[in-house]
């Protein structure tokens, strides 16, 4: 994995690297995940392609971790996305799926989880 993602998830106080956030959300099912964990886990994930820009993922993570609860139980019901303030964003949670706006910026995110998990994506 690129250690530019690493360098730039150290430097919010996130210790998980993008590679582990994967191994993780592949075997561990949204529903075993702690609320404290789910923040952590998609802000490692989309450190991936937001290397690049550390106040928008130092913003995403502090928002993210001050509406925890709100976003754990999104992630883990399954059936269709619900629409979300978490400020300064908005965002659509579902099962296994995050999206994140605010004015020109967008940041989407579909997890990849276990095999046995994805008909609860679709609500079934």
Do not use: C
Not at 6 to 30: C, K, M, Y
Not at 107 to 118: D, I, T, V
């Amino acid at each position: 994995m690129d250690g530019r993602a690493v360098a730039a998830l150290q430097r919010i106080g996130i210790s998980l690297s993008p590679d582990a956030a994967t191994e993780f959300v592949t075997t561990i099912p949204p529903e075993q995940w702690t609320v404290e964990q789910t923040p952590d886990l998609l802000v490692a994930l989309l450190s991936s392609v937001l290397w690049q820009q550390p106040d928008a993922l130092a913003a995403i993570h502090v928002a993210l971790h001050k509406e925890a609860a709100q976003l754990h139980q999104a992630i883990v019901t399954p059936g269709a996305p619900v629409s979300l303030n978490i400020d300064p964003f908005q965002a659509s949670v579902g099962y296994g799926h995050l999206e994140l706006s605010r004015g020109t910026f967008r940041a989407s995110l579909w997890l990849p989880l276990p095999p046995a998990q994805e008909p609860a994506r679709n609500g079934r």
